[in-house]
């Protein structure tokens, strides 16, 4: 597996906002990674606290488990990540959301976007704050084969728009709700265990339903460039400002 990023996928993360990229992840480390989730579901979980779960992490006592952070940090994920936003250049990252989508017997309903970071009851971001960051890691342990089967759903292109409607309204419009903006149709992703999304913070995203059989297993990492508190809002309306393994191409 190659550590850095090809011109294509460079191109692809500039133009769609995101890129898939196969085979990342050795199996091994992909089921030890289910083993220690497995592990905690078979423990039960807190029925009062099932909302909170669901937003913010399952099984929060092994997100910073080895085996969930060895996914990142042990494997080329994290170098082909430094080839996008610069070597040396990612602040550590002390756990992964591990988000799992279980099936529903409900007929799938319709996708909506969203932005990370936007306060809801229940995912720990303070109300009147934005907590932004440079790039997602989503980490697949489980195959995604079909649609509907709780895919990681983007919005191809989004990214731009809602730069454009940042540089007009600023980055605090964002504390009034999703941009009122058109973004065109969403793109279910259907990657294969072992594979990763790496996706600009600002691509429009959302899960699909899950009707399949088969719950959906990921691992969600936010990666923060070195500085990025600093600047936060200003790179909403300057995308490329902290990837500096883009900026030639853009």
């Known amino acids: 597996m190659s550590s850095e990023l090809t011109v294509e996928q460079k191109k692809e993360i500039?133009?769609?906002g995101y890129t898939l990229i196969?085979?990342?992840?050795?199996l091994p480390r992909a089921a030890a990674a289910l083993r220690a989730i497995n592990a905690s579901l078979g423990e039960g979980a807190d029925p009062a606290q099932l909302d909170t779960l669901r937003s913010q992490s399952w099984c929060p006592e092994v997100t910073n488990h080895p085996a969930i952070l060895d996914l990142l940090t042990e494997t080329a994920a994290w170098s082909l990540a430094e080839s996008a936003i610069g070597k040396g250049q990612l602040e550590p990252v002390e756990r992964g959301q591990i988000a799992l989508r279980f099936p529903t017997t409900a007929a799938p309903g319709e996708v909506?976007?969203?932005?990370?970071?936007?306060?809801?009851?229940?995912?720990?971001v303070p109300k009147g704050q934005?907590?932004?960051?440079?790039?997602?890691?989503?980490?697949?342990?489980?195959?995604?084969?079909?649609?509907?089967?709780g895919n990681f759903t983007v919005w191809p292109g989004s990214h731009r728009v809602y730069e454009d409607y940042f540089r007009r309204e600023g980055a605090e419009a964002l504390l009034n709700g999703m941009p009122p903006v058109e973004?065109?149709?969403p793109l279910q992703t259907t990657p294969r265990a072992g594979?990763?999304?790496?996706?600009?913070?600002?691509?429009?995203?959302?899960i699909a339903p899950n009707v399949s059989p088969h719950i959906r297993y990921a691992i969600y990492f936010r990666l923060h460039r070195v500085g990025h508190s600093a600047i936060k809002h200003e790179v909403m309306s300057d995308l490329w400002r902290e990837w500096d393994g883009l900026r030639d191409l853009v």
Request: aromatic share 6%; hydrophobic share 35%.
């Open 14 to 16: 500039i133009e769609n």
């Open 22 to 26: 196969p085979g990342v992840i050795p």
């Open 112 to 124: 909506r976007p969203h932005l990370d970071g936007m306060h809801t009851p229940h995912n720990g």
């Open 130 to 149: 934005i907590s932004n960051f440079t790039a997602l890691i989503g980490v697949y342990l489980s195959d995604v084969p079909t649609e509907n089967a």
């Open 183 to 185: 973004i065109g149709p």
């Open 195 to 206: 594979d990763i999304v790496l996706s600009h913070y600002q691509i429009g995203h959302g």
